[in-house]
């Protein structure tokens, strides 16, 4: 827009003397306003969605839109703000494209309006299942447990070999024990994805008998007519937990035979927790 003088020359014919005329120059005013009616212009940032990996992704740019049949362009507005976007772990984020980032430096339009969509990065949690075979995951089995009267929460391992990096509990995933930790039988653990992960998948481990012996004494004396007995015990049961050991071994006459023993689970021992051992 701006206003500018009509100049003009001219030159008289041959046969016109200037000396018989007074010439008298007047310019008239040549002026351009600025463009009636608003121009939008429609900008939209860029989107991109990827699978989380470990590496650095990124979205950069803007799409523009002008007002259909307005002659003005996108050589008419300067842009002043960040218009990529980069990110690793999963998650949004977001460009952060402002309409003050953009500048009207055309006179000619007047009345100019930014509409601005900002642009986006998503990433999105891999699986953690190592069925998926795409996800690069391996878990091992923890490993079993010998009864002992303690809880036995086992931890795993998980690794995920895409990107190289043991996986770490209550960052990548947690874990649900499902079962009696305690006493013998079997446990299952429940993987579940969080944060860069997603998905679940159970792995199982044993809490298996401890192993016990009964030991019987031996004794020895001449014959009397009363019988000889002698005593015993229950080895490598758990500090505190009890059974009942009876001993049935009995000599009354001149020889010999076993000192033998019944056992009763009667106490605080469960009997299930305990294999008799050789």
């Given at each position: 827009?701006?206003?500018?003088?009509?100049?003009?020359?001219?030159?008289?014919?041959?046969?016109?003397?200037?000396?018989?005329?007074?010439?008298?120059?007047?310019?008239?005013?040549?002026?351009?306003?600025?463009?009636?009616?608003?121009?939008?212009?429609?900008?939209?940032?860029?989107?991109?969605?990827?699978?989380?990996?470990?590496?650095?992704?990124?979205?950069?740019?803007?799409?523009?839109?002008?007002?259909?049949?307005?002659?003005?362009?996108?050589?008419?507005?300067?842009?002043?703000?960040?218009?990529?976007?980069?990110?690793?772990?999963?998650?949004?984020?977001?460009?952060?494209?402002?309409?003050?980032?953009?500048?009207?430096?055309?006179?000619?339009?007047?009345?100019?309006?930014?509409?601005?969509?900002?642009?986006?990065?998503?990433?999105?949690?891999?699986?953690?299942?190592?069925?998926?075979?795409?996800?690069?995951?391996?878990?091992?089995?923890?490993?079993?447990?010998?009864?002992?009267?303690?809880?036995?929460?086992n931890p795993l391992t998980v690794r995920d070999t895409k990107t190289g990096k043991d996986l770490v509990e209550n960052k990548d995933y947690i874990l649900t024990y499902v079962?009696?930790?305690?006493?013998?039988?079997?446990?299952?653990?429940?993987?579940?994805?969080?944060?860069?992960?997603?998905?679940?998948?159970?792995?199982?481990?044993?809490?298996?008998?401890?192993?016990y012996t009964v030991t019987t004494d031996s004794a020895e004396k001449p014959y009397d007519g009363t019988a000889l007995t002698a005593g015993g015990r229950v080895n490598n049961?758990?500090?505190?937990?009890?059974?009942?050991?009876?001993?049935?071994?009995?000599?009354?006459?001149?020889?010999?035979?076993?000192?033998?023993?019944?056992?009763?689970?009667?106490?605080?021992?469960?009997?299930?927790?305990?294999?008799?051992?050789?």
């Open positions: 827009k701006g206003t500018s003088k009509n100049t003009f020359t001219y030159e008289l014919k041959s046969n016109t003397k200037a000396s018989n005329y007074s010439i008298e120059v007047a310019y008239g005013d040549l002026t351009v306003t600025a463009e009636d009616g608003e121009v939008v212009v429609i900008i939209t940032g860029r989107k991109d969605t990827f699978e989380y990996d470990g590496t650095e992704k990124s979205v950069k740019g803007y799409d523009v839109s002008i007002t259909e049949g307005s002659t003005y362009t996108e050589s008419d507005f300067t842009f002043s703000g960040n218009d990529e976007v980069k990110g690793t772990e999963a998650g949004t984020y977001d460009m952060g494209l402002k309409p003050e980032d953009f500048t009207n430096n055309n006179e000619n339009y007047g009345n100019v309006t930014f509409r601005v969509t900002d642009g986006q990065l998503t990433i999105t949690p891999k699986s953690i299942d190592p069925e998926d075979e795409k996800s690069g995951i391996e878990a091992r089995d923890p490993a079993d447990s010998i009864y002992d009267g303690k809880a036995h929460v079962g009696d930790v305690v006493n013998v039988g079997t446990v299952k653990i429940e993987v579940k994805g969080i944060g860069n992960y997603t998905g679940e998948f159970t792995k199982k481990y044993q809490i298996t008998p401890r192993e049961l758990v500090d505190g937990e009890t059974v009942t050991l009876k001993i049935t071994g009995s000599q009354t006459e001149v020889g010999s035979s076993n000192n033998t023993y019944s056992l009763t689970w009667d106490g605080s021992a469960k009997e299930k927790n305990y294999t008799h051992g050789t």
